[in-house]
């Protein structure tokens, strides 16, 4: 059985898959497409499996960060600021407090039955040394700042800074919603 055949057999099946089933299966995924079937098997090995259940949360917002995670299959939602993101298939999310070593931004519950592959620090970093990879990365999280600087600016408190109860621009808004996205 491939990995493509496994996931089609649903989650009674899941764990069962061996390296070289996942390897097809990440394949498929746009972060790992690319990647040779022998690296993914690798990566696979190192990896552990999770399933969670609708309702579970899955990261919190403010814990440490140990590991990235690649939903194989069902939904999550990225809850943070401003706004919440939904989570499919192929989508990885954990990245950004393994790339600069703070806490998790954003808490990810699972809005369906979910499985995820966990890819620990290490092999995450290792893996994002891959130019191609940290391409993907990159580009990945230029889509989500262009689309947190699309929505509308949050009303901003009067600064009470000297005094001044001057507002900030719309831009200068949107901005800090995006800084204290990444500092949340």
Do not use: C
């Not at 496994?6 to 995924?29: I, K, N, Q, Y």
């Amino acid at each position: 059985m491939n990995g493509i055949q496994l996931l089609a057999t649903g989650p009674a099946h899941w764990d069962h898959a061996s390296p070289s089933d996942w390897a097809e299966v990440s394949a498929t995924f746009p972060l790992f497409s690319g990647i040779s079937k022998r690296r993914l098997r690798k990566l696979a090995r190192r990896a552990t499996f999770a399933e969670y259940g609708a309702g579970d949360i899955v990261i919190q917002k403010r814990n440490p960060g140990d590991s990235l995670y690649v939903i194989l299959a069902g939904s999550a939602k990225a809850l943070g600021k401003p706004a919440s993101r939904s989570l499919r298939i192929g989508d990885y999310f954990g990245e950004l407090s393994l790339l600069d070593d703070t806490p998790r931004s954003a808490t990810v519950i699972a809005t369906t039955e979910l499985q995820v592959m966990k890819l620990p620090r290490k092999a995450f970093l290792g893996l994002a040394h891959d130019p191609e990879i940290a391409l993907k990365m990159l580009r990945t999280l230029g889509s989500q700042i262009r689309r947190l600087e699309a929505q509308p600016a949050v009303p901003q408190q009067e600064s009470h800074s000297h005094g001044s109860s001057a507002r900030l621009p719309q831009v200068g808004a949107r901005r800090l919603a995006l800084l204290d996205l990444a500092d949340s």
